[in-house]
């Protein structure tokens, strides 16, 4: 199976998903010009390590021409305290400041044609129902719409798998956790949830939107948390 692995939370879970279900595992990063690329790929690379998964960097420079996103520009990204984290006009600001135009529509073209070429036949993405509730880009409409594409687009029919789209993050950090004993790998703890590159690996800012989820989800999941954060 191949899995879009971006060092995130979600998409480390899936990929644990898809190694617990006995997949062979090649994980693909994209750099399309964020802030956090190279945070976000030395995290990939480690967790590929841990996981015994070949590990493929792809290069999309063009994407940074796309809109005005804070992932891209200077723009500093946008922070949530903990308790905004459901207000959902707040929610809808920030999605609309870190918005990429078509980024997921892209990255998981690439990564079906990707799995055709080496035989696979499942794609893994961490699309999760947190951020389905403002992303419209990780809903389950998105996934079935996207797989009948692919149907006429690679000769295998490769399908995107979205084993997380229903789960908060709190549940993901459950499933995942879960999954890392079973496995006897530890991997949670090398995930990179940051907007920002702070300059050292695995060491996340603590105050972006993503940051604050990442903190709640293992306070809620009631998992230690293990991120280096620069402010708690």
Known sequence: ALCVLSGGLDSTVAALIAKDL???LVNITFNYGQKAAKMEINSAKKISE???AEHVVID??????FGKSALLTEKEPPKLDIEELDMRFRTIQTMEEVWVPARNLILFSIAGGFAESIDADKVFVGLSGEEATTFPDNTPEFVERLN?????????QVKIEAPLCNK????IV???HEIEKRLGAEVLRYSYSCYK?????FLHCGVCESCSRRKRAFLGAGVEDKTKYLTF
């Open 174 to 176: 459950k499933i995942g």
């Open 197 to 201: 590159d702070n300059g050292e690996d």
């Open 60 to 65: 999309l420079p063009f994407i940074k021409k």
């Open 148 to 156: 009948k594409a692919l149907e006429y687009g690679t000769l295998n």
């Open 168 to 171: 908060n993050k709190q549940e």
């Open 22 to 24: 006995g997949y062979d």
């Open 50 to 52: 841990i996981l015994n």
